[in-house]
Nanobody
Framework: QVQLVESGGGLVQPGGSLRLSCAAS????????MGWYRQAPGKQRDLVVS???????NYVDSVKGRFTISRDSAKNTVSLQMNSLKPEDTAVYYC?????????????????WGQGTQVTVSS
């Protein structure tokens, strides 16, 4: 059983900062890609940023220069530092990870999601 548990989020004024964290636990053999998605009310869930096991990152243009993803592979954690937040960053943020588990007979890779954490940017 694999779980992704998120922390952080909350209410912040425009221009402020927040830090999100996500920890993966369970019978994990390896983690390939980790990342953050967000979903605003009435919109689809979109990728914000991802990071591979070798540290390669992929940011959506709207957050480049403001958000920074980091990963601790030894602890199976990923964090998102969000600076210069804007009202349009308001959304539920979801942690995502591509994880390989060993079930005793074979290796299986699947995408796992956190429960989501609300980020609200408002004055």
């Amino acid at each position: 059983q694999v779980q992704l548990v998120e922390s952080g989020g909350g209410l912040v004024q425009p221009g402020g900062s927040l830090r999100l964290s996500c920890a993966a636990s369970g019978s994990i053999f390896s983690i390939n890609r980790m990342g953050w998605y967000r979903q605003a009310p009435g919109k689809q869930r979109d990728l914000v940023v991802s990071i591979t096991s070798d540290g390669s990152t992929n940011y959506v243009d709207s957050v480049k220069g403001r958000f920074t993803i980091s990963r601790d592979s030894a602890k199976n954690t990923v964090s998102l530092q969000m600076n210069s937040l804007k009202p349009e960053d308001t959304a539920v943020y979801y942690c995502n990870a591509l994880i390989t588990v060993y079930n005793g007979r074979r290796f299986e890779q699947d995408a796992y999601w956190g429960q989501g954490t609300q980020v609200t940017v408002s004055s």
